[in-house]
């Protein structure tokens, strides 16, 4: 069974609209993770989270929020959503050690017109 | 800024050779190198991770060669297989983040 999970797996969206994208793990790791796949970028991490009411930007935290209301749930927040803000993301979660894996989840296809 | 480059972007190879996929990385304080390896319509997932105390790691067909005063590593992928055909991050940890290349898509041909 998935360890993280992501809804919706694909979203349409118009501009300016509010997006909400959700993210599920049963690790019961504390960290928990947004990134955007971009092509010729790789992975670019949005915000992350070390634990239940936490949340902290990352590299490319303009227009959007997160939430970590529990320790199982992490969403990614687009207020108002724009065409570049047109990408895969991907959730993932993990705890600190030393070799700090990153779990994945399938990613959602968020396609803003 | 990337402060992980791969290279090559794509790669084709036939089933039975060796992939040679390359990383390099800019700050001499990343101390811990996964790769992720991705199916289309998937997430990224771990393969194979090296400490930077090591200078080689092999799994299976995987192995990485780490050449730190070059701030270099590379993966081989020995017996290429079609099931091998995805996308490769090399990844390191700088702190508390961990920062992606850009990805080399590989492709086997049968």
């Known amino acids: 069974e998935a360890a993280v999970t992501q809804s919706p797996r694909n979203k349409v969206a118009v501009t300016g609209g509010k997006v909400t994208l959700s993210c599920n793990q049963t690790?019961?790791?504390?960290?928990m993770y947004w990134y955007r796949q971009d092509t010729g970028h790789g992975l670019r991490l949005i915000h992350y989270?070390?634990?239940?009411?936490?949340?902290e930007k990352g590299d490319i935290p303009d227009g959007y929020k997160a939430s970590r209301p529990s320790q199982e749930n992490f969403s990614l927040i687009l207020e108002l959503a724009t065409p570049s803000q047109t990408s895969v993301y991907f959730c993932a979660s993990g705890d600190w050690g030393a070799q700090d894996t990153q779990y994945f989840g399938p990613g959602t296809r968020l396609l803003v017109l | 800024q990337q402060q992980v480059r791969q290279s090559p972007q794509s790669l084709t190879v036939w089933e039975g050779e060796t992939a040679i996929l390359n990383c390099s990385y800019e700050d001499s304080t990343f101390n811990y190198f996964p790769w992720y390896q991705q199916f289309p319509g998937e997430g990224p997932a771990l393969l194979i991770s090296?400490?930077?105390?090591?200078d080689k790691k092999e799994d299976g067909r995987f192995t990485i060669f780490f050449n730190k005063r070059e701030k270099k590593l590379s993966l081989h992928i020995t017996d290429s297989q079609p099931g091998d055909s995805a996308t490769y991050f090399c990844a390191a940890r700088g702190g508390w983040q961990l920062i992606f290349g850009s990805g080399t898509q590989l492709t086997v041909m049968p």
């Open positions: 690790n019961n790791h504390n960290n």
């Open positions: 090296i400490s930077s105390v090591s």
């Open positions: 989270s070390y634990g239940a009411g936490s949340t």
